[in-house]
């Protein structure tokens, strides 16, 4: 089937009640997504298991799973629950959201996951913020390659389960997408840590000030997640182009 046309935005759409709301939506799903996220990763870290080891993995993981399947499910009419500026971009890639609100978009989430970091560390003293990291062994190309595959099943699955409207399991698209969140950050934790999403990587690093391949962290999910767009969209999608709407569809 042909992919949709990118849609670059309305005039005056800034301004459009369901923008502003979904901006501010994005801003402090994110918050919280972060704040939750980066918090499991402390709390293993202080209770002296180092987030790489396979007791403080799974708990970091289960924690990740549990956050993104209940704040997609709570901002899904609010902004679509995104959470993620990789799957902001792939949904604008599809043609479900303009490019303009995208950008608004990745802007509040960035914001809010900055915001979230910095008061992680005001809460704890100073304690840092666990920054995402390349694995000893593993380069920046490998790192790119794995965060291309992990956020390529992300999207994947957000396409099958929250856009198809032929999906067997309507209403937990988010659930399952929280549950694949958690299983990828097992899968890959000691390779990349599995960011999966570039404001998760950037908040961590801008509170603490370490950017050490940190592009790894944007190049990875930012061409994964378009790639699984298209890919589903070619190749398993409803040949009339059938989607579940957006809130901003709606």
């Known amino acids: 089937m042909p992919m949709p046309k990118l849609a670059l935005g309305r005039r005056g759409e800034a301004w459009e009640p369901g923008c502003l709301r979904g901006v501010v939506g994005e801003l402090v799903l994110t918050f919280l997504f972060v704040f939750v996220g980066v918090g499991s990763v402390m709390a293993a870290g202080k209770a002296g298991e180092g987030a790489g080891k396979p007791p403080a993995l799974t708990a970091v993981a289960m924690a990740q799973a549990l956050v993104v399947a209940v704040l997609a499910t709570a901002g899904f009419h609010i902004s679509g629950g995104h959470l993620n500026p990789a799957v902001t971009l792939s949904l604008a890639v599809g043609g479900h ?34 920054v995402h990291a390349l694995a000893e ?98 190749l398993f999608a409803d040949a009339a182009g059938a989607h579940q709407p957006l809130p901003q569809e709606e």
């Open 97 to 130: 959201i303009s490019l303009f609100r995208s950008a608004m978009y990745i802007l509040a989430q960035l914001l809010g996951s900055s915001l979230a970091c910095l008061l992680l560390r005001f809460l704890t003293g100073g304690m840092a913020t666990p």
């Open 137 to 234: 062994g593993v380069g920046p190309i490998q790192g790119v390659v794995a965060e291309v595959v992990f956020t390529f099943t992300l999207l994947f699955v957000i396409c099958a389960t929250v856009l198809d409207p032929r999906t067997p399991a309507p209403g937990i698209g988010p659930l399952l997408t929280g549950l694949l969140v958690g299983a990828n950050t097992v899968a890959g934790g000691v390779l990349t840590g599995a960011s999966m999403n570039p404001a998760r990587s950037f908040g961590p690093a801008l509170a603490t000030g370490v950017w050490a391949h940190h592009w790894v962290y944007w190049v990875g999910p930012m061409v994964g997640g378009p790639l699984a767009v298209i890919a589903y969209d070619l």
